[in-house]
């Protein structure tokens, strides 16, 4: 199995920032896509952010410019850096990890989700 852990949410803010961080653990064979989704109350989850094993990265237009998504393949880690917050940015984000787990194959694993609320 592979797990997901998040932190780095909280209180912030307009115009603050925040770091969300997430690591994988696991019996973890391949991490080919990491992502950040995100869920405000009676919204659908949305993609914020993902990248790929080579880098390659994807943006929601909303956060383009002000959010930053990197990662560290050695350490199965994920993070997220948000600039410039706007209240609209508030919300439950969850960490995203999909790849090849020994033993199991194929996983899509998602983490607990942490809080990022921005208000004065």
């Known amino acids: 199995q592979v797990q997901l852990v998040e932190s780095g949410g909280g209180l912030v803010q307009p115009g603050g920032s925040l770091r969300l961080s997430c690591v994988a653990s696991g019996t973890i064979l391949s991490i080919d896509a990491m992502g950040w989704y995100r869920q405000a109350p009676g919204k659908q989850r949305e993609l914020v952010a993902s990248?790929?094993?080579?880098?390659?990265?994807n943006y929601a237009d909303s956060v383009k410019g002000r959010f930053t998504i990197s990662r560290d393949n050695a350490k199965n880690t994920v993070i997220l850096q948000m600039n410039s917050l706007k209240p609209e940015d508030t919300a439950v984000y969850y960490c995203?990890?999909?790849?090849?787990?020994?033993?199991?194959?194929?996983?899509?694993?998602w983490g607990q989700g942490t809080q990022v609320t921005v208000s004065s």
């Open positions: 990248i790929t094993s080579g880098g390659s990265t």
């Open positions: 995203n990890a999909a790849g090849r787990a020994y033993f199991t194959g194929r996983y899509n694993a």
